[in-house]
Structures are given as C-alpha cells and as structure tokens.
C-alpha cells in the first residue's frame, strides 16, 4: 500500500510546473564530465571568442538580466555552453553560448557546486534561486532539481547506452576522447571549429 508520504511526493511531482522557473538546476551527464570546447580551445575561447559574445549580448546575464556596475566586475559574467550529447559516437554538440552571472551559472553545475560551496555560499546561491524565480522561500528545491535533471534526458540516455553495450565497447568508447561540433549560429564558429580540427577533436560525422 502507496504510504500517504509517498502519494503527497506524487502529487508534488505532478504539480511542480518546470515552465514556470527562468532559472533551474542543471547538471552535465558524467559520461561527459571535464570535456568542453572551452577546454579544447582555451586560447581562443578567453581573447576571441569571449569579448565576442560579451559584444553580442550586450554584457547582461541572460537569465536574471544582472549587469556589471564596474569594469572590474564583468568578469562575473561567465560564457555558458549549452549541449546535446551523443552517447554512441563520444559526441558533444554545441549548440548555443548563453552569458550568465556566476550565480546563475553555479546552478547550471549543480553537482560540483553542492560539493564546493559552504553552508552559507549555499544559503545565498538558493537565496539568488529565489529571487530570480519569484517563487517560495518554501520551495522544494530537491524536487526542483529532480524533475529538471529528469526533464533533460541526459542520465536516462547514458544509463540506456551502457546498459546496451558491451563491456568491451564500453572500454573501447572510454579510451577515445570527446569531440564536438559547433553549431554554425554562434559568434566565430568556423574559426572555432579551425581550432578544434587542428587538435583532431572537430567531428564531422563521417566515422
């Protein structure tokens, strides 16, 4: 028999409306943990790329609209990237650049950023959450974050993949590194994908 505790978490799930959240908890899937363009092609991301974007979008978080009242401070506005994964060829698809302040971004990497933060970092981070959702200091966060991450995917697609591998492909994928690809509508994208082609991490989805 369904306890009465477990039917009002039921309810809960059902209920929480993702839609109306401008910003919610995410997390990147492990298959694919330390592996960015940003990484791959540092140099150019931080001289080129970055005052780029930062032209482009007008040096505002795109999520909270939070702008630098000092010079100094733009460098709290951090370049997000927003992915697919494709599990089966090793594959991260970038497919847009969001600018967001460091608060904001901190719940893009919810699992690093639970690990890092202190108790009171935590407190104003889900105090930022707040605000910025104009919702309940009451709010179910955990909840929150479970029907986002669910909602992405991401988890139940690596689960899937390395249930239906073998143990031997699984060590074979392991060994090769993440490449990617660039969506053609971010800022300098053909020069970003010269940079990932001379390091041999451009894909092209002909292997």
Request: aromatic content about 8%; charged content about 30%.
């Amino acid at each position: 028999m369904v306890s009465r505790k477990k039917q009002l978490r039921k309810k809960q799930w059902e209920e929480l409306d993702l839609a109306k959240f401008k910003l919610l908890p995410s997390a990147k899937p492990p298959f694919f943990h330390g592996s960015t363009v940003r990484k791959a092609a540092q140099y150019f991301w931080n001289k080129k790329l970055r005052p780029a974007v930062l032209e482009q979008q007008e040096n505002k978080c795109s999520i909270c609209a939070w702008v630098p009242d000092k010079e100094e401070n733009i460098k709290r506005l951090h370049l997000h990237e927003l992915e697919n994964y494709d599990f089966q060829n090793k594959v991260c698809h970038l497919i847009e650049i969001k600018l967001i302040c460091r608060d904001c971004h901190s719940l893009q990497h919810i699992g690093r950023t639970k690990s890092v933060l202190s108790k009171e970092q935590w407190e104003n981070l889900m105090q930022h959450f707040i605000k910025v959702n104009g919702c309940s200091p009451d709010v179910d966060f955990d909840l929150v974050l479970a029907k986002s991450i669910q909602s992405e995917g991401h988890f139940e697609a690596q689960r899937k993949m390395t249930f239906e591998m073998t143990l031997e492909e699984r060590m074979e994928l392991a060994k090769k590194p993440v490449r990617f690809t660039i969506n053609p509508e971010i800022p300098l994208a053909e020069e970003l994908k010269v940079q990932l082609s001379k390091r041999e991490l451009l894909y092209e989805g002909n292997d």
